[in-house]
């Protein structure tokens, strides 16, 4: 699952900062919303999720945000961690009644010690 | 914590050979999906299954592909005629309503 290749945006912080990844979803219909972590190798990762009635969730060192005017989706991790270091996606499901998931590019996030 | 296996971790085969890629989904969930990323690019939807039957499918999923669940664990995804640009990583996930859950992938190779 490395995307060699395709060149990601890459987040770069300091072990114990605070990160933010940021993403643009495509389709104003889509009820739900969910953030994945992958790692090199290893398949997408359920980090936190959100539908579309809300604004914000919290989870553990977690907190995702929904702007539905702006069709934004942010991913707020505190005091990231160098196990933090992954690729990360946003993915969105297009409409209720629908199961597909559709996949945003990801952002690299990576986690200087 | 319950997981998604799929087996094997990776396969390689000869164009036009059928591939079966495997997959255990989470014991009570109902719903059922394929996915696969090409090196490089993103995760796509390839087919979701309910009730024993495709709920839904995208242009990927043609009539190379085709999806099995055999027994009540199992959940297969069949190519019948591989292709080098079958070349991805296959993933297998499932969910009660909300909230897929992934398997680490079949890299699939075909040379």
């Known amino acids: 699952g490395e995307s060699v290749g395709l060149h990601l945006p890459t987040l770069s912080v300091q072990e114990g900062d605070n990160s933010i990844i940021n993403c643009a979803y495509s389709n104003s219909a889509s009820d739900y919303f969910i953030w994945y972590k992958q790692e090199s190798g290893k398949g997408p990762q359920f980090i936190i999720d959100i539908r579309s009635n809300m604004d914000k969730r919290q989870g553990q060192r977690v907190t995702v945000l929904l702007n539905k005017t702006v069709k934004h989706l942010s991913l707020q991790i505190a005091a990231t961690q160098p196990g933090d270091s992954a690729v990360y996606f946003c993915a969105e499901r297009m409409a209720t009644g629908r199961r597909a998931l559709t996949f945003g590019s990801g952002t690299r996030l990576q986690v200087q010690p | 914590e319950p997981e998604v296996t799929q087996t094997p971790s990776h396969q390689v085969t000869q164009m036009g050979q059928e591939v079966i890629l495997r997959c255990v989904p989470i014991s009570n969930h109902l719903y059922f999906y394929w996915y696969r990323q090409i090196l490089g690019q993103k995760v796509e939807f390839l087919v979701s299954?309910?009730?024993?039957?495709?709920?839904?499918k995208s242009e990927i999923f043609d009539d190379q592909f085709s999806v099995e669940r055999p027994d009540g664990s199992n959940f297969t995804l069949k190519i019948r005629s591989t292709k080098l640009e079958d070349s991805a990583m296959y993933f297998c996930?499932?969910?009660?309503?909300?909230?897929?859950?992934f398997g680490s992938g079949t890299r699939l190779t075909v040379v």
């Open positions: 299954f309910y009730n024993n039957e495709i709920s839904e």
């Open positions: 996930a499932s969910s009660p309503s909300y909230g897929y859950t």
